[in-house]
């Protein structure tokens, strides 16, 4: 039986290392590819044209929810599994809607992995969690808001509202996102615009009471 053939795509070293060190463990399995960015992980998937990709959300240069659109487009058949921190069942949703096959959070346990990539591979819907449940059902009866506040934003705008509640300054929001200070100033701009929040300290709220991110 031919292995089942994975393309990993995250931002940091160490971690793209941790999980490929997972994967040689299991069975079947064979990693054939590493992105450190969206557009790398978007060429590469045109190339090799995987039958898993684990994708990080949160890339420099193309988001994971724009990687997974595109791929999509080209390859519908493609498994995707979103691997991320983001845990918020908004997120999970948005993924299940672009085509992904899988969401699991970092946080997961390592054998959750590998029930996650065999599950897929059959040809089901993989999601981790609590959020399972609830995502599952109301993506199975095909919610929808065109009002949801994700909706309203872009998925690069989402990045940079999470990583501002999350307490990162604007030069670290360039530097992760593999952009410009002023781009990331222009793209705050459009979120306080959109949301109608007029100052940082409202996205943050904002974002903590969407569910992007967990206040101990």
């Known amino acids: ?17 941790g ?4 994967l040689s463990t299991i069975e079947g399995v064979e990693v054939i590819a590493e992105a450190g960015n969206g557009l ?3 060429q590469l998937i045109r190339e090799l044209q995987p039958d898993i990709v ?5 890339l420099p240069d193309l988001s994971g929810l724009e990687v997974l659109k595109e ?6 058949d493609l498994r995707v599994i979103i691997l991320t921190v983001h845990e918020a ?34 040809g089901e819907t ?35 509202l999470t990583l501002i509640a999350e307490g990162h300054s ?19 701009a459009q979120l306080m615009e959109r949301l109608d929040i007029h100052d940082v300290a409202g996205l943050v709220r904002y974002a903590i009471k969407k569910g992007l991110v967990k206040v101990d």
């Open 1 to 17: 039986m031919n292995p089942t053939r994975v393309l990993l795509a995250d931002d940091h070293a160490l971690v793209r290392a």
């Open 19 to 22: 999980i490929r060190a997972l």
């Open 40 to 42: 790398e992980a978007l």
């Open 54 to 58: 684990l994708l990080d959300i949160t």
């Open 71 to 76: 791929s999509k487009k080209d390859f519908p």
């Open 89 to 122: 069942g908004e997120y999970a949703m948005e993924a299940l809607r672009s085509g992904a096959a899988g969401y699991l959070p970092k946080s997961a346990a390592a054998n959750e992995l590998q029930v996650a990539i065999k599950i897929v591979s059959r």
């Open 126 to 160: 993989y999601v981790s969690g609590e959020v399972s449940r609830k995502t599952l059902l109301e993506f199975s009866k095909g919610a929808t808001e065109p009002t949801h506040f994700l909706a309203r934003l872009t998925p690069r705008q989402r990045e940079i």
């Open 170 to 188: 604007t030069k670290d929001i360039a530097r992760r996102l593999n952009i410009s200070v002023k781009t990331v100033e222009s793209h705050r």
